[in-house]
Each structure stands twice: as structure tokens, then as C-alpha cells.
């Protein structure tokens, strides 16, 4: 997923059992850095923050974090199947749910 302003780039890569949320900048002015691990189907969101699936054990649920890693926060109790896209204010998201 391309950052609304075209200068970065979130993406998943599986490491072992484990899949990681990491991002890089377009212009290659800094190295990829890892955001997170146990998630997937990453978007950008409002205010610096991606919107992401976070994997679970038995269900996944919807997660945001800031683009340095903190501020993690389950944003919905809901089981999330898919999730599919992320309004550019990060007020909605469309997904489906189990």
C-alpha cells in the first residue's frame, strides 16, 4: 500500500510463522524498517497511523499503530476475514467479518 503523499510504502512479508508489518520510504533515503510483527492487510490511515489485521490465535481483529511502531490499539471486537480497504480520514474501514 502507497502512502497518500506517493513517499512510502507499507507492506507484509512472512518471516517464519510469523507475518510483519514493515514500511519503507520510495526514495530509498532510509532503510526498511519493520512496524510490527502478527499482522497483515496493511493501509495507511489518518494522523501517521497505519490500519492493519492483526492475526490471533482463533480470530483476527483490526489494529492501528503509528508508523514508528507504538501506539498499538484493537480498534473493533469483530472477527476480522478480510480486510479490504481504509478511508483516507481512517474513520472507516471495509472488511468482512465473521
Known amino acids: 500500500m502507497i502512502s497518500p503523499d506517493d513517499k512510502e510504502v507499507a507492506y507484509t ?13 520510495l526514495d530509498r533515503s532510509s532503510p526498511p524498517r519493520k512496524v ?4 497483515d492487510q496493511v493501509s495507511f490511515g489518518a494522523n ?12 483476527n481483529f483490526l489494529y492501528r499503530i503509528k508508523k514508528d511502531g507504538s501506539g498499538r490499539e484493537r480498534i473493533t471486537n469483530a ?15 471495509v472488511a468482512g467479518v465473521n
Do not use: C, H, M
Not at 36 to 39: A, E, L
Open 13 to 25: 512479508i512472512q518471516a517464519g510463522d510469523d507475518a510483519q508489518i514493515w514500511l519503507a520510504s
Open 36 to 39: 510490527t510483527g502478527g499482522g
Open 48 to 59: 501517521g497511523e497505519l490500519i492493519y489485521r492483526g492475526l490471533e490465535e482463533k480470530q
Open 79 to 93: 472477527n476480522i476475514l478480510e480486510k479490504f480497504s481504509v478511508s483516507p480520514d481512517g474513520g472507516w474501514v
